[in-house]
Each structure stands twice: as structure tokens, then as C-alpha cells.
């Protein structure tokens, strides 16, 4: 039998608030924003960091639908493993003492690695003013995908946060890298 | 013409836009997987207000707790519907309310009005 206790205490020591590992749809988002708003009503005091959190979650909830492909029907298991995984993520969010952590895994396809990446480095290498700049610019002149995000989501994260966005890229296959995306919302 | 009443969920604004009295109200959150969907109506009631606004002044309020990136554009979209009737000549302006202390809103509302020509006031609200 699995040992519960042992994986309670990990998650415990870890304080972990909440994981969830599977096909993310727009209900489960809309569950897990409502679990967490109860959660950080107990645990926050700073109606402040309450508000970064949550904001910051609803964008890395979204991320994770929009960079999920969604293109064909329902995946199917028997066609290619992969074709179902990449369906499949991973959140966690914890908390220590200094912040809030919320970190995201999911597949995407090898192609869009480079420029993912490209992205996330130019956010990470600008000052709060250029990215209050780069926000202002984007908002105005480009058009929005029809997925929504319209790559303004990783800015507000970083806006938000005022932190650095951590990552990492692991090739899977041809096909399929995994794509591991951390943020820390530091306590009021 | 009608009045657009839309009550707010846990991801949608309750939306009060009244055309006899001139003060169109967004208040709540705006996180909407698809928020183009949810503001449309709302874009299209703005194209008819143009034409048939009877109020001495028109006042747009907007009073968000939350709003997602996707929202954001479309925000836009309804500014820049006032910001045009402004420009026909119409008395209008924008009331932008953050809760008190919540930089991250008074940026935002700082934002936008760097983005318009119409009057465009950010007021900070006291805790209740």
C-alpha cells in the first residue's frame, strides 16, 4: 500500500497549499482560483499580497490553457502517448516564511521552445520601467490572439511580482519538450 | 434606447450602463477565459450610445478588484469607444477607483490614461 503518511509529511514540510497533476480545462481553473481564495482569506493578512496572488495565479492558470495545445478533439491514449500527455500539467503552489510560490509545468512543441524562451529572457532582462513601457506598447498596438494572453500574461507576472520569472526546458523527444515555470510573490 | 444590466459572477463585472442618467458603471472582477465573448455587448451597446446619448454628461466608472491580461484589451476597446465620443464633442469622462493602497490598480488606471485623450481621473477609495 502507498504510504500516505510519508507523502502527507512531504507536502506538509513542504507547505504545499495545493497540487493537482492532469488535464487542465476551464472549470478546473475556475475550482482551483476559487480554493485558493478561501485558502489565502485564512492564511494572508495583507489584502495586498491576497490580490498579487490571485492575480498572479489567474495568469499562470491561463498560460498554462493557452500553451496547452487544444487544436485536436479529445486526446487519445492509444494514438501516441504523447499526443495525451501533452494535454497534461502540473501546479503547485506553496508558501514559506518569504513568499508565495506558484510553479507550472507543461508540454509544448519543440518549435516554440526558442521562442518561448526568447520571451522570457527579454522580460527577465528589463527594468520595471521598460516593462511597464513594453506593457503599455503592447496593449495598444497588437492584436490579441484568439486564445486571449496576447503575451502580456508573463509581463503582468513579472510586474506583479516584481521578480524574476524562473524556467527551464527539458527536451522530451522530436516532438515535445517539458516546459517548468516557477514564480515567487514575495510577502508584504 | 435600453439600459445594458449584466449581473457580475466570480469572473464577470456587474455591468450597469444607463442611458438616462449617463453614468456607465463596470464593477467587480474581469477574468474571463474569453473576455472578447463578454465584452462585445458591451462594445455594441457604446456604438449605439454615440448616437443617442441625451445626457448632459456621461460618466464611465470602473471599479475593478481583479482583472486578467486578457480583459485588459478589451478595456481598452471600451476606453477608446469614449475616448472617441469625447473626440464627436460629447461631455464625457472616465472615474477610475482602486482600493486603498493597491498600487498595482493605480498603475493601471495610470496606464490606460497615458493611452487617452479624454478626461481620465484616478481615485483612490477609503476602506470601509
Given at each position: 500500500m502507498i504510504d500516505l503518511y510519508a507523502l502527507y509529511q512531504r507536502m506538509h514540510d513542504n507547505n504545499i497549499m495545493l497540487t493537482f497533476k492532469g488535464e487542465v480545462t476551464f472549470d478546473l481553473i475556475d475550482s482551483i482560483l476559487k480554493i485558493m481564495e478561501g485558502r489565502l482569506e485564512q492564511l494572508e493578512d495583507s489584502r495586498k499580497t491576497k490580490k498579487k496572488v490571485y492575480n498572479v495565479l489567474v495568469e499562470c492558470l491561463q498560460n498554462l490553457c493557452h500553451h496547452i495545445?487544444?487544436?485536436?478533439s479529445q486526446p487519445d491514449p492509444n494514438k501516441d502517448e504523447h499526443d495525451y500527455l501533452r494535454k497534461s500539467a502540473i501546479l503547485i503552489i506553496f508558501s514559506d516564511d518569504d513568499a508565495y510560490h506558484v510553479a507550472t509545468g507543461n508540454y509544448i512543441t519543440g518549435e516554440n521552445v526558442n521562442g518561448l524562451k526568447g520571451w522570457l529572457d527579454e522580460i527577465n532582462s528589463t527594468t520595471k520601467d521598460e516593462l511597464r513601457a513594453l506593457y503599455k506598447r503592447i496593449l495598444d498596438n497588437e492584436k490579441f490572439s484568439e486564445?486571449?494572453?496576447?503575451?502580456?500574461g508573463f509581463i503582468d507576472i513579472a510586474r506583479k511580482s516584481g521578480q524574476k520569472l524562473n524556467y527551464k526546458f527539458k527536451e522530451i523527444n522530436d516532438k515535445y519538450s517539458f516546459f517548468s515555470f516557477q514564480i515567487n510573490i514575495p510577502k508584504a | 434606447m435600453d439600459n445594458l444590466i449584466i449581473e457580475g459572477s466570480n469572473h464577470t463585472p456587474d455591468v450597469n450602463f444607463n442611458a438616462d442618467t449617463g453614468t456607465l458603471a463596470l464593477k467587480g472582477r474581469s477574468t474571463p477565459e474569453n473576455s472578447i465573448e463578454f465584452y462585445r455587448p458591451l462594445l455594441e451597446w457604446l456604438d449605439q450610445y454615440g448616437s443617442n446619448s441625451k445626457t448632459e454628461k456621461t460618466t464611465l466608472k470602473i471599479q475593478l478588484e481583479y482583472f486578467n491580461t486578457s480583459s485588459s484589451k478589451c478595456i481598452l476597446d471600451i476606453f477608446k469607444k469614449v475616448n472617441a465620443l469625447f473626440k464627436d464633442g460629447l461631455n464625457v469622462s472616465i472615474n477610475w477607483y482602486y482600493e486603498e493602497e493597491d498600487e498595482d490598480m493605480q498603475e493601471a488606471g495610470e496606464d490606460y490614461s497615458d493611452l487617452l485623450d479624454v478626461p481620465f481621473e484616478i481615485i483612490e477609495l477609503e476602506e470601509e
Open positions: 495545445d487544444f487544436s485536436d486564445k486571449g494572453g496576447g503575451g502580456l | -
